[in-house]
C-alpha cells in the first residue's frame, strides 16, 4: 500500500509534470492557460479583452499570443503563440469518483496547486466539479490525476467560490475546431422543452413503464423522466423531423434527457449531426431521426 511520502512525491511530480504544460497569460488580469498543442494555449476567455496577449512560458520566457477564436458556451479561448513547443501532458483516461484531483496554474509569482476529490461526475458536456479551492489566476490552468493526466481545463469565474473545469475531451474538441475554423458551430433543434416525470408499472415481461405492443402504461410509480414538447418552431430542425407539441422527449442519441439545460448542452456540440430521438406520442414510444440545424 502507497504510504504517505510515497503519495506526496506522486502528488508532487504530477504537479511538475503539468507546470510544464501550464502558461501564464497576461489578459485583463494575469491567468493561467494550458498548452494543447504545439504554438496552441487554451485559456478562459472571459479575462480576454484583447487578441495580442504576452505569455509567459514555463522556462520563464515571453511570447506574443494571438486570440485564434473564443467558445461563449464553455468560456474557453485558443491562443495561437509562435515559438511555443508541444505539450507535455496527455489526457487523462477518466476521473471517478473519490479520486484527487490537482488545480495546476500559473500566476504571475509562479506555479500553484491546490488539492481536490471528485465528489461527483459530470457528462463529457458539462462541467466537472474539480473539488479543489479556486486560487487568484487558475482559470485556464489544467486539471490533472495523480499520474500527471489532462482531466480538464479549470475556470474560477463560472460560479463563485467554486472550481470547475470543462472536460479535457470536451476542451479538445473546442480547440480542434476553433483552430481550424476560428469558431464553434452552435447547434440547435428549435423546440422549448419543459421537464416530466413519467410513471413505470411492473409486471408482464415487457419493458418497465410499457404494456402490449410498447404502449405506455399509465399508473402509479417512481417513473423515469423527459421532456414534453411545448413549442416548434416553424421551419426548425425539429419541426422537418415531424417532432410535435405534446411530443415527450425520452432520449436523444441514446442518451436520456431529463432537464432542457441538459438538452440544450448535448445538441450545441451536435451541429450538423443526424441522430435518432426516442419520443414517446400518444402512448406509444417511436424513433424520429432529425439533423441537428446550425447557428
Same mark, same amino acid.
Given at each position: ?138 482559470? $485556464? ?45 452552435? $447547434? ?14 411492473? $409486471? ?9 405492443? $410498447? ?81
Amino acid at each position: 500500500m502507497t504510504n504517505f511520502q510515497d503519495l506526496s512525491q506522486q502528488i508532487a511530480d504530477a504537479v511538475e509534470t503539468a507546470a510544464h504544460s501550464v502558461v501564464t497569460v497576461h489578459a485583463a488580469r494575469p491567468v493561467s492557460g494550458t498548452v494543447v498543442g504545439p504554438e496552441q494555449v487554451l485559456t478562459a476567455a472571459h479575462v480576454l479583452h484583447a487578441d495580442d496577449l504576452r505569455v509567459r512560458t514555463p522556462d520563464g520566457g515571453e511570447l506574443t499570443g494571438t486570440v485564434v477564436g473564443r467558445d461563449p458556451a464553455s468560456d474557453l479561448a485558443l491562443l495561437r503563440v509562435p515559438g511555443l513547443g508541444a505539450p507535455s501532458l496527455a489526457p487523462g483516461t477518466g476521473a471517478r469518483v473519490g479520486e484527487l484531483l490537482l488545480a495546476v496554474g500559473r500566476p504571475p509569482h509562479g506555479v500553484q496547486a491546490t488539492l481536490g476529490l471528485l465528489e461527483r461526475a459530470a457528462p463529457d458536456r458539462g462541467w466537472l466539479p474539480s473539488g479543489a479551492a479556486p486560487f487568484r489566476g487558475v482559470s $485556464g490552468g489544467a486539471l490533472v490525476d495523480a499520474r500527471g493526466g489532462l482531466v480538464g481545463v479549470l475556470n474560477a469565474g463560472v460560479m463563485r467560490g467554486t472550481l470547475l473545469a470543462v472536460p479535457a475531451g470536451r476542451a479538445l474538441r473546442v480547440a480542434d475546431l476553433l483552430a481550424t475554423a476560428g469558431r464553434v458551430p452552435q $447547434g440547435f433543434l428549435g423546440i422549448a422543452t419543459q421537464p416530466v416525470h413519467l410513471p413505470d408499472v411492473g $409486471g408482464g415481461t415487457g419493458s418497465p413503464g410499457r404494456g402490449p405492443r $410498447g404502449r405506455w402504461a399509465r399508473g402509479a410509480g417512481r417513473g423515469r423522466a423527459g421532456l414534453t414538447v411545448v413549442q416548434v418552431e416553424e421551419g426548425s430542425p425539429a419541426g422537418a423531423a415531424g417532432l410535435r407539441v405534446g411530443d415527450i422527449l425520452l432520449a436523444l442519441g441514446g442518451e436520456g434527457i431529463r432537464h432542457p439545460r441538459e438538452l440544450l448542452e448535448r445538441v450545441r456540440e451536435w451541429a450538423g449531426q443526424t441522430l435518432t430521438a426516442r419520443v414517446l406520442r400518444g402512448g406509444e414510444e417511436l424513433d424520429v431521426t432529425l439533423t441537428v440545424g446550425e447557428r
